[in-house]
């Protein structure tokens, strides 16, 4: 078993004895997993606690002229039959919109369907019962009346005048529109020594989180307080949207998030069935319980990345990139998702083409359209695999035409190391990458010259293997730029409280979530570093609005980043309010004394003056004994936020060795590497799981993954029979190296890591395979998922 | 057999049970809302994920996927006994040091699953780990870390019956 090394790394730039930086240690909630005592929302039951199910609409596209709910009235246990219309007296309809995406619109949604369905599996009638195969049952027998309407389906003619326009109030199906130029475009394409240019076609798919959504709403007459108990990644923010669309202030509503079976960007936005179920739990006054299912879960949960891009290179013969050029069009089904909106995956697609590289001459155009599908929004690595299959597949194929090796291209085309800070031809500010050192311990890491040589072997015997690459960039701790400007309320600054208990032990209050990606455990390895205990002395508490400080959550990669350093900042300040009172006790200067290890210590020898234990039970038991008008506070709150750079952008590289063979068109994926560095590595062991898990949801994308809907809007393989993901016997081993160029935004320096894997793995996955098949005359492959149809096809074998 | 209710008598985690169930309930929902065994988890009831692994009379089997009153006279074990017992303390141990789980849905299953194969005896190859494993989705992992804690422990074991 290979651990990472449990030693205090030299990355440290956080000089501090005894510091947890940079060091391997195992998160504290483990062992309670392993037991089978997590607590998930779908364990959580109360007293009185009914079960919700939904009647589904079967069509994509429908008006309701009757919904007949008598017999599941009379159904066994149940206890109501709520239609959309009824529940619309509690519950308001939301908009998707943010002003900061210029023109984005979208038409009023609401938690169950009023007079019109719009995708297959939108709700459009409860039940509540005491058990949720009662409420099931009863779904059975709501008889509704539909009346199908044309849907519209296919993006490449929604903005045709024949299509149907699905809300008449908009006018037509344009959800959002950007363009965007810098540089000579048509310049650099006409003085190209080779342009490339070709469509690039990436499949739906979504994120199947282990455990499904799930919610527990409890609406409390007698307190006139909701608590909801809820998978989710960002509490306050579902705070603020149940208080606003109950008509409720926020302090009457609670929400708690205790362990998430999964996330990946599923769990962050606004569902309707949740908000059906809370708006249910406040009419019957007693708490309901909603976990969706697997089927709902793939009509449901937000889709992703159905993206048709055509997209265009040119290069110099000597290499050097001179254009890039894409159209994008995205269908993100008849909602922009609420508050989010599905604007973003687009305007990152478009932001983050090209990235990597110091080509100034850039055209794009992203066009965002209605369907009558599920509706799309951010999913792990938001735009990021679009936009990284988009740049390296050019490049990688620009590399080709003009018979430059994969590796050379990017040494000539990459930002320099010292190039920082500068900005994209997107208008991306970079503080500082490190595309080259990335790309060069990347090609140790895999002996890319002794790979070549073993590829070359392994083709005279006729078995075709290939490497990829795909560099990449990644957005990670983002400040308000991202969604505060836009108007949405979700907050970008994070939160910390620490406070020293009676017997020397810290609790910590964070608004940053654990959904297993290890945020408790860095939180925890900050204040026990910055403040100077042992790591088991400190206990971590998120996810619940009552009683941490207003965050943002979890999302783009910023619990680490953002809420590792409020959590920084509230141990150093309570260090310094602990020595006050050591001082006051010790009659000693505080500037002094230090917190090491649990106790208080000279800080130039280190000696040991006094436990923290003493100066709590002294504090607390015994505040006579402390000078008259000193006043002990053992208890600091600090705040943090990004403010020098929009987002903390990292970079890194991924490479692939895969195996095709050419009868089936199977493909063996033999080694994966992935290089990434994102500043300052907190815990080196949750940074290299998360690009591996992360790398395998990018490979799963590559591969596998695809909602398959028919020409009338139909989800046709909605089931994990059919709907294939990555399992343990198709999977390589990954390889994962660092680099560290820390952001000196914050004293940590810590950049996140969440969506690297994600970012690179289809791209070079493509790469690869296309490398394989190149000598074969193959035709180059631009389309995912990659799946043995799609490799016979371009071999001319179907 | 048009009784819709049945009595069952099995042992679950070592204590003798005796329930009225509903015909059509599965396994892990009387695991889980009739006896509050909520280790065992709900991932996709169709038998594809693994998340609802037990042990039925020492075999592992779907929980979503065999009914509760086939159960009966049968001898179930969870996680929670599993982990009781102090029978997998050595790979629990290694999916914690090595970061073998992230939110941890799957872990109770792949437990479960692994400890079957690792009851084999002898050093499976990586290869023959995923092979096993294949049955039991893991969306945060990646599989790696929860590879090379499955061959530390097999590696373990095998040293210690030397």
Redesign the interface.
């Known amino acids: 078993m290979k651990i990472a090394d449990d030693v205090p790394s030299s990355l440290s730039a956080l000089d501090r004895p005894n510091s947890y930086i940079g060091r391997s240690v195992p998160r504290p909630n483990l062992a309670r997993l392993t037991e089978g005592r997590a607590q998930y929302v779908s364990d959580v039951t109360l007293p009185r606690m009914a079960h919700v199910a939904f009647v589904r609409s079967p069509y994509a596209h429908a008006r309701i002229k009757a919904i007949d709910t008598a017999a599941a009235k009379k159904a066994p246990g149940v206890i109501a039959v709520v239609t959309g219309a009824e529940l619309a007296q509690v519950i308001t309809p939301w908009v998707g919109v943010l002003t900061h995406l210029k023109g984005i619109k979208s038409a009023p949604q609401h938690a169950i369907a009023v007079e019109r369905a719009c995708w297959q599996g939108e709700a459009v009638c409860a039940v509540a019962a005491r058990t949720r195969a009662e409420a099931e049952d009863a779904c059975e027998v709501v008889a509704v009346d539909y009346e199908e309407l044309t849907p519209v389906t296919d993006p490449e003619t929604a903005l045709d005048p024949a299509t149907p326009v699905i809300h008449a109030s908009l006018g037509d199906n344009l959800t959002f529109e950007r363009k965007h130029e810098a540089g000579e475009v048509d310049k650099a394409f006409a003085e190209a020594d080779a342009v490339v240019a070709t469509t690039f076609r990436f499949g739906r798919h979504t994120g199947v989180t282990n455990e499904p959504r799930a919610i527990v709403a409890d609406w409390n007459p007698g307190e006139a307080r909701l608590t909801v108990y809820q998978g989710t990644q960002a509490p306050h923010m579902m705070q603020n949207l149940f208080a606003k669309h109950l008509g409720l202030e926020e302090h009457q509503v609670r929400v708690l998030t205790k362990d998430v079976g999964g996330s990946f960007g599923i769990k962050v936005h606004t569902y309707a069935d949740e908000m059906a179920t809370v708006a249910l739990a406040k009419l019957l006054k007693r708490p309901l319980k909603f976990v969706a299912d697997r089927i709902e879960s793939f009509v449901t949960d937000i889709h992703a990345r159905d993206h048709r891009i055509h997209g265009k290179i040119a290069v110099k013969r000597d290499g050097t990139i001179t254009a890039f050029e894409i159209d994008d069009l995205t269908g993100i089904g008849p909602y922009s998702v609420y508050p989010r909106t599905s604007g973003i995956e687009a305007n990152q697609v478009v932001n983050l083409v090209g990235g990597p590289y110091k080509c100034p001459n850039y055209r794009a155009r992203a066009r965002v359209v209605f369907q009558n599908k599920n509706v799309m929004c951010q999913y792990r690595a938001v735009g990021h695999p679009i936009a990284t299959s988009v740049t390296e597949n050019l490049v990688e194929m620009a590399a080709a035409a003009i018979g430059v090796d994969a590796v050379e291209i990017r040494r000539r085309n990459l930002f320099p190391d010292d190039a920082y800070p500068c900005a994209s031809a997107a208008g991306l500010k970079f503080e500082k990458l490190s595309h080259h050192a990335s790309l060069d311990k990347i090609t140790t890491m895999m002996d890319y010259a002794a790979l070549r040589a073993e590829q070359a072997r392994l083709r005279t015997q006729g078995i075709y293997c290939g490497i990829g690459f795909a560099s990449f960039i990644e957005v990670t701790n983002p400040s308000a730029a991202f969604y505060g400007v836009g108007g949405a309320r979700i907050s970008s600054q994070d939160g910390a409280t620490v406070r020293l208990d009676a017997t020397g032990a810290i609790f910590v209050a964070s608004g940053v979530t654990e959904q297993g990606q290890g945020a408790e455990a860095v939180i925890a390895q900050c204040v026990a570093s910055a403040f100077g205990v042992p790591l088991d002395k400190v206990r971590v508490i998120t996810g619940d609005t009552d009683n941490v400080p207003y965050g943002g959550g979890t999302w783009a990669s910023r619990a680490a980043g953002i809420g590792g350093e409020a959590a920084w900042q509230a141990g150093k300040a309570l260090r310094q309010n602990v020595l006050a009172v050591a001082g006051s006790i010790l009659q000693a200067d505080a500037k002094a004394l230090d917190i090491r290890n649990g106790a208080v210590v000279d800080a130039d020898t280190g000696r040991e003056r006094l436990g923290l234990d003493e100066v709590a039970r002294i504090a607390y038991f015994r505040p006579d004994t402390l000078p008259p008008g000193f006043q002990a506070e053992l208890m600091a709150t600090r705040h943090y936020v990004p403010r020098a750079w929009p987002f903390a952008f990292t970079n890194g590289i991924q490479a692939s060795w895969l195996e095709v063979d050419i009868d089936t068109g199977f493909i063996r994926l033999l080694k994966h590497w992935c290089v990434e560095d994102c500043g300052t590595v907190i815990n080196p062991q949750l940074v290299d799981e998360q690009v591996r898990g992360g790398v395998v949801q990018g490979i799963g994308a590559a591969l596998f993954e695809h909602c398959v809907y028919d020409a009338r809007g139909q989800l046709l393989n909605g089931n994990m029979a059919d709907y294939l993901v990555p399992m343990a016997g198709e999977m390589p081993d990954i390889e994962v190296g660092h680099v560290v160029s820390p952001t000196a935004d914050s004293e940590l320096g810590a950049k996140g890591a969440g969506e690297a894997g994600t970012a690179g793995a289809p791209g070079c996955v493509v790469n690869a395979v296309n490398d394989a098949l190149r000598p074969l005359g193959a035709k180059t492959i631009t389309e995912i998922p990659l799946t043995p149809d799609v490799v016979l096809s371009a071999l001319g074998r179907i | 057999m048009t009784e819709r209710f049945h009595d069952i008598a099995l042992t679950v985690n070592g204590e003798p049970v005796h329930e009225r169930v509903?015909a059509?309930r599965t396994l892990v929902d009387f695991l889980?809302e009739d006896l509050a065994?909520?280790?065992?988890?709900?991932?996709?009831?169709?038998g594809?994920?693994g998340?609802c692994t037990v042990l039925l009379d020492g075999a592992i089997v779907r929980g979503c996927l065999t009914l509760a009153v086939q159960c009966d006279g049968a001898r179930v074990e969870?996680?929670?006994g599993v982990?009781?017992s102090g029978a997998i303390a050595d790979l629990?141990a290694?999916?914690?040091?090595?970061?073998a789980?992230?939110?941890?849905?799957?872990?109770?299953g792949m437990?479960l699953t692994a400890q079957a194969l690792l009851a084999h005896g002898g050093v499976p190859s990586?290869e023959e780990?995923?092979?096993h494993?294949?049955?039991?989705?893991?969306?945060?992992?990646?599989?790696?870390?929860?590879?090379?804690?499955v061959?530390?422990v097999a590696?373990g074991r095998a040293g210690r019956r030397k």
């Open positions: 509903d059509r889980r065994l909520t280790g065992s988890h709900v991932g996709c009831e169709h594809v994920c998340a969870t996680i929670e982990a009781d629990r290694a999916f914690e040091a090595r970061n789980l992230q939110c941890g849905f799957c872990t109770p437990l990586r780990i995923r092979a494993l294949s049955g039991n989705y893991c969306r945060c992992t990646g599989y790696h870390a929860i590879v090379d804690a061959e530390a590696r």
